[in-house]
């Protein structure tokens, strides 16, 4: 890109250059041909819808992943970066979504992690070790006690405690995925404030947002990822968020008011779930309409709140207010074990850590939610192996599961064969709801068909599916109904004819009502 006044830093020696960067999972682009410059003292934005390519660049920058082709360069000088130490090392730091910190620790020895530290007679002296991390805090203007456990800091605080830790590890760049994904509208000012400062001290920052407004009025440059390409590159001020939006779908959208009205129901289309004013974390008044046998999506962008929804809707998070209805009759879930008792099951976004125990069996993972018909008497909680293996048996037959035998441990599976698993636990015993949350993610194309299909006769044996997806695509095969969630709020639903992967991404950057009058 050529010197512009609209762009002053277009002048300087690249800080990192990305040419011909590529990435494929399968027969799957996630990157094609990426050319990509980051300038010393810039904000440079990533926008796209999901699955466009943003993270898989990230994770190649951070080391987590090998691109197939293509350069990396750092001050001119190509690189290889094989780890997140050598990220670190060229000074490429990088504070992902899910904040990567320890409770326990106070926010000095998060921010020191990893970082060499003053010893005396052989044990760290903390007083002189501190001193990076204080200056770090005072040049991004922390106000409360470093001393305080992260485990008592709001989200707003731990992004201030990552920041402070990229910038002790003297990082010339620092990548920020989602940022203000969880962020208050003051909180969310106050960390623009400080993206504004590294950037007038020379610390480029590369920002991931789905948030278009804060994009434009933030970022010196904004490149547009579709489907693993970089298509566009713009300057502040060449676009409004409009333009912004039509480069990041492909095309024209004409306006249109979003969709509310429900599929006309049948006289067999009961409510199984009833959501009235769900509110808690940051989900905002969330209302909507689970029927009977019916697989209804959830959609929106990485941050919107559908875990969040998800979470609360089994037990796993606190709500706040509203009310939830099952078969007509309010529940209040205490924890998760209690919503399983009534009949409402979660397959988690992280089912690697959330989800199964790694280093058990296939027939241990589906076995864990029911073991009473297992059992050898009735009062007594052990089980009886063969009949445990027989009805594992029965579910891998039946789910078509991979596996060499039930008797391996489910960690040695794929990823769709995995998700396969944790479904088949719930197949174990009768659920009214199953939630699913990215229900297709790290699985092939293969595995994701039948998955859908397995759903699918879930759906026609009676039970609600919630459906949370980050691919439109896969939303619109798989779903009856959509509803996409904004910034925490329910912002539209999608039913029929008007249940497109473009709506879909329409709606997904619509502002919230009561976001635009705040504003």
């Avoid at 020895?109 to 002296?125: A, C, E, S, Y």
């Avoid at 008497?377 to 027989?390: D, G, H, N, T, Y």
Wanted: proline share 5%; hydrophobic share 40%.
């Amino acid at each position: 890109m050529p010197p512009t006044e609209a762009h002053p830093r277009a002048a300087a020696l690249p800080l990192l250059r990305v040419e011909g960067l590529s990435k494929r999972f399968g027969g799957v682009a996630a990157l094609d041909g990426v050319d990509l410059t980051v300038r010393p003292g810039e904000v440079h934005g990533l926008v796209g819808a999901n699955g466009a390519g943003k993270s898989t660049l990230i994770r190649c920058l951070a080391g987590l992943q090998d691109p197939d082709e293509g350069t990396i360069s750092v001050d001119g000088v190509p690189v290889h970066i094989t780890s997140p130490n050598a990220a670190t090392d060229l000074g490429l730091a990088f504070i992902h979504q899910e904040l990567n910190l320890v409770p326990q620790f106070d926010a000095v020895r998060n921010m020191l992690l990893g970082r060499p530290k003053v010893t005396r007679f052989g044990l760290v002296d903390w007083k002189n070790s501190r001193r990076p991390a204080a200056e770090a805090a005072e040049r991004i203007g922390i106000d409360f006690s470093l001393e305080r456990p992260v485990s008592e800091l709001s989200v707003a605080q731990r992004w201030s405690v990552s920041i402070g830790r990229a910038l002790v590890g003297e990082a010339r760049m620092i990548a920020m995925d989602e940022p203000t994904a969880s962020l208050s509208g003051a909180e969310t000012a106050r960390l623009h404030a400080i993206v504004r400062d590294l950037a007038a001290s020379g610390v480029s920052v590369l920002y991931v947002s789905h948030r278009l407004d804060e994009v434009l009025d933030l970022c010196d440059t904004v490149s547009v990822f579709r489907d693993g390409r970089l298509t566009r590159v713009v300057t502040r001020g060449e676009l409004s968020k409009a333009g912004l939006v039509h480069e990041i779908v492909g095309r024209e959208l004409t306006p249109t008011e979003p969709t509310t009205a429900p599929t006309p129901s049948r006289p067999d289309d009961a409510p199984v779930l009833d959501v009235v004013g769900l509110t808690g974390g940051p989900v905002r008044d969330a209302t909507f309409e689970l029927r009977q046998g019916e697989v209804l999506g959830l959609g929106g962008l990485v941050g919107a709140g559908r875990t969040e929804l998800a979470r609360m809707l089994c037990g796993a998070d606190p709500v706040a207010s509203g009310t939830v209805r099952l078969d007509g009759v309010e529940v209040r879930f205490s924890d998760v074990g209690d919503a399983v008792r009534h009949g409402v099951a979660l397959v988690p976004e992280e089912r690697r850590s959330q989800g199964l125990v790694l280093q058990q069996s296939v027939a241990f993972n589906i076995n864990v939610a029911d073991q009473k018909p297992l059992r050898l008497v009735p009062w007594l909680p052990f089980i009886r192996p063969s009949r445990a293996r027989a009805r594992a048996r029965e579910l891998v037959e039946r789910l078509d599961i991979k596996t060499g035998s039930v008797d391996q441990p489910v960690g040695t599976l794929s990823g769709g064969n995995q998700q396969k698993v944790l479904i088949a636990r719930w197949l174990t015993r009768s659920q009214r709801v199953l939630i699913l949350d990215e229900l297709s993610r790290g699985v092939d194309i293969g595995a994701r068909g039948e998955i859908h299909a397995i759903i699918r006769d879930l759906a026609r044996q009676g039970t609600g599916v919630l459906a949370i997806s980050s691919d439109n695509e896969e939303l619109v095969a798989l779903c009856d109904r959509v509803v996409v969630m904004s910034r925490g709020r329910v912002v539209g639903e999608l039913a029929g004819d008007d249940l497109t992967e473009d709506r879909l991404t329409e709606l997904s950057y619509t502002t919230p009502q009561t976001d635009q009058e705040v504003a």
